[in-house]
Each structure stands twice: as structure tokens, then as C-alpha cells.
């Protein structure tokens, strides 16, 4: 399973855009990138998933190089809402889906 | 879409204390089903996995052991709690190459 790693925090304001950058270097031909979001006292919420090139969702935007070694999810105009863990996953298309999440980025948002 | 129900949401018990947390999915038929465990500001380490009734998959030896008696139910039990087992619960969903749904958890207080 691909290690990912990305930065444990981030700080935004209110309305602007948030990209936050998830490396994964191991990542195999059959792995898709996942992206969940949790807030305190909550299980984990998936946000978007994708394979390469651009991911587009109501409620963010996931960008794959051609090499797929990183991935950016960009959340668009963050509200204090938005404050939150992001976790950056990378999944298997085989086998049992077992998930291995590391610690995270504490995004907070500002007003 | 599925729903996960985990009970209850929290837990206070003493060291020594038997333990039955139980976790139902709706909408959805012969899922994979998964228990992690989440230690104040670290990432979900998952604990164990089933992919039928009856067939479990322990991911890190410990003091718990899980159970599905039913397609869409999953225990994780202990016979005597300890300290270490305090923690957040999280019961989670999922079929190969789909998103995993997470339920709200149990935190577990052990005293």
C-alpha cells in the first residue's frame, strides 16, 4: 500500500481558495487517490476520488499529474465550515479496501 | 446511499469491563465491513475487516476480537477493557473500488 504524505497543518480565510498537496510516491498502476474529510467527534466523510488528470465535484477539485506521484485537492471559496482533517488515501482497485490513514492536514479557516 | 449506525456514542467503562460495540448498514447488501480505532489527533488505524458472514481479519493483535453474525452487523468485543483501549470507533462500509462509508463512532472512555 502507497504511503502518503502531506503537511500535518494549514491556515486560509474565509473565501479564499485552499489547495492542499498530497505526495505519494509508491503509488501503483491499480491505486486510485481518495480524499476524506473529518470533523471532530465525526467518522471520516469521503470528498472525492479520482485516477489521473482532474477530478470535478460539487465540492472540490482533485488534480493528478501525468506521473501521479501527488495529488492537490482544491477547496473553492472555504468557509469556517470548511475546518476540518483532510486525509489524502491511496486505495487498491483490488482486494479489500483496507484503508491506511495517516494523520492528516488540520485545515482552519478564519474568518 | 448507505447508513451506518454505530451505539452508542459514547462509552465510559472500568478497566476489566466486558465490551460489545455493535454497528448495523443500511442500503446496501453483503458489504465489506471494517473497525477502526482513532486516538486523540492521530489518523484511523484499522483494527479489523470482514468480507462475509462469519470471516474476520485482524489487522493488529490486541485485546478485541470482532464478530459478524449477520450480513449488514459488526461487534467489536473485549472480555476485559484496558487502558489503552480508549479510543474513537469508528464502523465503516464499503465494496471494492467504492468509497468507504463511516458511521459517527463510539468514544470510549476507560477509567
Known amino acids: 500500500l502507497a504511503k502518503t504524505t502531506q503537511p500535518i497543518s494549514m491556515d486560509s480565510y474565509e473565501g479564499q481558495e485552499v489547495n492542499i498537496t498530497c505526495s505519494h510516491n509508491n503509488i501503483a498502476t491499480n491505486d486510485y487517490i481518495t480524499w476524506y474529510q473529518q470533523f471532530p467527534s465525526q467518522g471520516p466523510r469521503f470528498i472525492i476520488q479520482g485516477y489521473k488528470t482532474k477530478v470535478t465535484n460539487e465540492v472540490a477539485s482533485l488534480f493528478i499529474p501525468a506521473d501521479r506521484k501527488s495529488s492537490t485537492l482544491s477547496l473553492p471559496r472555504v468557509s469556517l465550515s470548511d475546518t476540518a482533517v483532510y486525509y489524502c488515501?491511496?486505495?487498491?482497485?483490488?482486494?479489500?479496501?483496507?484503508?491506511?490513514f495517516g494523520a492528516g492536514t488540520r485545515l482552519a479557516v478564519h474568518p | 446511499s448507505q447508513t451506518i449506525h454505530q451505539w452508542p456514542a459514547t462509552l465510559v467503562q472500568p478497566v476489566g469491563s466486558p465490551l460489545s460495540l455493535e454497528c448495523t448498514v443500511e442500503?446496501?447488501?453483503?458489504?465489506?465491513l471494517y473497525w477502526y480505532r482513532q486516538a486523540a489527533g492521530r489518523g484511523l488505524q484499522l483494527l479489523f475487516y470482514s468480507v462475509g458472514i462469519g470471516q474476520i481479519s485482524s489487522e493488529v493483535p490486541q485485546n478485541l476480537s470482532a464478530s459478524r453474525p449477520q450480513d449488514r452487523q459488526f461487534i467489536l468485543s473485549s472480555k476485559k477493557l484496558l487502558l489503552s483501549d480508549s479510543g474513537f470507533y469508528l464502523c465503516a462500509s464499503g465494496r471494492s473500488n467504492q468509497p468507504q462509508h463511516f458511521g459517527d463512532g463510539t468514544r470510549l472512555s476507560i477509567l
Open positions: 488515501l491511496v486505495i487498491s482497485s483490488g482486494g479489500y479496501n483496507k484503508l491506511i
Open positions: 442500503g446496501t447488501s453483503n458489504p465489506n
